[in-house]
């Protein structure tokens, strides 16, 4: 599975942007996808995850009730709505494929690349 994201970018304080991962190589049906951020000096940490099939999703406390993920089984897609976006949000985001239901990053099989988001105070 080769996953590519895409969406990240500078933005101020309580606007919003869109993140999406893009699978090639295989489909999602079987996969649990998760977004993970990793800021400048900091560790990886979990965001959001959703279950490819039964579309079941979870989210870290940080982010609970202003990120929104979403998967399009028929796009292969799985997207991050963020919105009232905070300087504390500003992060390399990165898709990851997981057979797991699990917010642990080591748990995941298959990363994007990253997207840069940056907010600005």
């Known amino acids: 599975v080769q996953l590519q994201a895409s969406g990240g970018g500078l933005v101020q304080t309580g606007g919003s942007l869109r993140l999406s991962c893009a699978a090639s190589g295989r489909t999602l049906s079987s996969y649990v996808m998760g977004w993970f951020r990793q800021a400048p000096g900091k560790e990886r940490e979990f965001v959001a995850t959703i279950t490819w099939s039964g579309g079941s999703t979870y989210y870290a406390d940080s982010v609970k009730g202003r990120f929104a993920i979403s998967r399009d089984s028929a796009k292969n897609t799985v997207d991050l709505q963020m919105n009232t976006l905070k300087p504390e949000d500003t992060a390399v985001y990165y898709c990851?494929?997981?057979?797991?239901?699990?917010?642990?990053?080591?748990?995941?099989?298959?990363w994007g690349q990253g997207t840069l988001v940056t907010v600005s105070s």
């Open positions: 990851a494929a997981s057979r797991l239901v699990t917010t642990i990053s080591r748990r995941y099989d298959y």
